[in-house]
């Protein structure tokens, strides 16, 4: 069993830069892939970016790519995503997830979810 944290959420104005944090407790962080979604009302939950238990492996949707960066510390047993340049597009609620490595299915266990708001 996996229990996610998402935190670093907030109200920043067009322009600004923000770090969310995930952290894990439970199971072996080593194996884990973790994922950063974002979720806006009406819309469907999307994934941004997927990074591999070693860190080394990291994965990208197109319209992120470049503006977000996720990174991970395995002896804090959390990812983080790096959001710079931030517009009111981007507000919405950011979702953690993950799933053990050999899992080439959905994710497993999610975290609780911060929101992020960015005004103009």
């Known amino acids: 069993q996996v229990l996610l944290a998402a935190s670093g959420g907030g109200l920043v104005q067009a322009g600004a830069s923000l770090r969310l944090s995930c952290i894990a407790y439970?199971?072996?962080?080593?194996?884990?892939?973790v994922g950063w979604f974002r979720e806006v009302p009406g819309k469907e939950r999307e994934l941004i970016a997927a990074?591999?238990?070693?860190?080394?492996?990291?994965y990208y949707t197109d319209s992120w790519q470049g503006r977000f960066t996720i990174s991970r510390d395995n002896a804090k047993s959390t990812v983080y995503l790096q959001m710079n340049t931030l517009g009111p597009e981007d507000t919405a609620v950011y979702y953690c997830?993950?799933?053990?490595?050999?899992?080439?299915?959905?994710?497993?266990?999610w975290g609780q979810g911060t929101q992020v708001t960015v005004s103009a």
């Open positions: 990074i591999g238990p070693g860190g080394g492996g990291t």
């Open positions: 997830a993950a799933k053990e490595y050999s899992n080439r299915g959905n994710y497993d266990y």
């Open positions: 439970g199971s072996s962080f080593n194996i884990l892939v």
